[in-house]
Nanobody, 117 residues
Framework: QVQLVESGGGLVQPGGSLRLSCAAS????????MAWYRQPPGNQRELVAS?????????ADSVKGRFTISMSRDNAKKTLYLQMRTLKPEDTAVYYC?????????WGQGIQVTVSS
């Protein structure tokens, strides 16, 4: 089992920055990929960025050059980050952290990011 807890969301003005964090605990040794998804109001959940255990990263076209995904590990915990810059109103969404093992997938509870003046 893997537990995921997101933090760092909130309200920010257009052009501003936020950093999301996702603390993973439990069977983290089995995780081979972590990712951020988001679900804008009235829309389906979409992939924002992903990172593999070898640090290969992928980004949605809409966030390339503005968002950076990274991961750190400290003893029994992995932490996933999403640094978001030059935020736009269309980045408003609930952001979810996901972890994949070869047996299952895990999701965080989601965290609201609102970009508005």
């Amino acid at each position: 089992q893997v537990q995921l807890v997101e933090s760092g969301g909130g309200l920010v003005q257009p052009g501003g920055s936020l950093r999301l964090s996702c603390a993973a605990s439990g069977s983290i040794f089995n995780i081979y990929r972590m990712a951020w998804y988001r679900q804008p109001p009235g829309n389906q959940r979409e992939l924002v960025a992903s990172i593999f255990s070898g640090n290969n990263t992928n980004y949605a076209d809409s966030v390339k050059g503005r968002f950076t995904i990274s991961m750190s590990r400290d003893n029994a915990k992995k932490t996933l980050y999403l640094q978001m810059r030059t935020l736009k109103p269309e980045d408003t969404a609930v952001y979810y952290c996901q972890a994949l093992t070869y047996a299952s997938q895990y999701w965080g509870q989601g965290i609201q990011v609102t970009v508005s003046s």
